[in-house]
């Protein structure tokens, strides 16, 4: 194994607006800085192109499971997801999946 990868995908209530997107988009933008065992870190909101598909996707990469398991459980992450990712999603999927 050369790492392991977390994706999350998720789909926003009816009524969620492009500002509350854009707080979420960039408090998760700080994570990498605040949480060492991030390797790499990518997300977006979904380009439009195929109907049917989720409205934001979040991708980490980290080094081994106790990696993603700290940024899991990190308190900075956490508070993002409480504060401002929970009170706006209608739908999430997730994997992580060995690099």
């Given at each position: 194994?050369?790492?392991?990868?977390?994706?999350?995908?998720?789909?926003?209530?009816?009524?969620?607006?492009?500002?509350?997107?854009?707080?979420v988009a960039?408090?998760?933008?700080?994570?990498?800085?605040k949480?060492?065992?991030?390797?790499?870190?990518?997300?977006?909101?979904?380009?439009?192109?195929?109907?049917g598909?989720?409205?934001?996707?979040?991708?980490?990469?980290?080094d081994?499971?106790e990696?993603?398991l700290?940024?899991?459980?990190?308190?900075?992450?956490?508070?993002?997801?409480?504060?401002?990712i929970?009170?706006?999603?209608?739908?999430?999927?997730?994997?992580?999946?060995?690099?």
């Amino acid at each position: 194994m050369s790492g392991l990868r977390h994706v999350a995908l998720f789909r926003w209530a009816e009524g969620t607006t492009t500002r509350q997107q854009e707080e979420v988009a960039a408090r998760l933008s700080e994570l990498p800085a605040k949480i060492p065992q991030i390797r790499s870190y990518s997300l977006g909101r979904n380009a439009g192109i195929n109907p049917g598909g989720y409205d934001f996707a979040v991708v980490a990469d980290f080094d081994d499971r106790e990696g993603y398991l700290a940024y899991r459980d990190h308190p900075e992450h956490r508070a993002v997801v409480e504060e401002v990712i929970a009170p706006l999603v209608a739908d999430r999927a997730a994997i992580q999946y060995e690099l």
